[in-house]
């Protein structure tokens, strides 16, 4: 089992700034990638990123190429998502997802709302 809690969210305005943290606990001694999605109200689970185990490897959906860049620090077991040039329709909430295996595990999530 691997526990994640996400935080780091809130309210900003267009071309503003947020970085979001993700702690895990639990099952960290495995190694596992982790990723970012976000869900708007109406619409479904969208990939904003993703980073391998030894965080040689990272990948972005097309909503944060050039301005979104995830990261990991293993000794803090955290992963963070560093988010810029911020616009209203990257207004969601963002979870957090550790891929064990086959096993996928997922944070409560934590709000993005970024006003015009």
């Known amino acids: 089992q691997v526990q994640l809690v996400e935080s780091g969210g809130g309210l900003v305005q267009s071309g503003d700034s947020l970085r979001l943290s993700c702690a895990a606990s639990g099952r960290t001694g495995s190694t596992y990638t982790m990723g970012w999605f976000r869900q708007a109200p109406g619409k479904e689970r969208e990939f904003v990123a993703r980073i391998t185990y030894d965080g040689a490897y990272t990948y972005y959906g097309d909503s944060a190429k050039g301005r979104f860049s995830i990261s990991r620090d293993n000794a803090k077991n955290t992963v963070f998502l560093q988010m810029n040039s911020l616009k209203p329709e990257d207004t969601a909430v963002y979870f957090c997802?550790?891929?064990?295996?086959?096993?996928?595990?997922w944070g409560q999530g934590t709000q993005v709302t970024v006003s015009s």
């Open positions: 997802q550790a891929r064990v295996g086959e096993v996928d595990y």
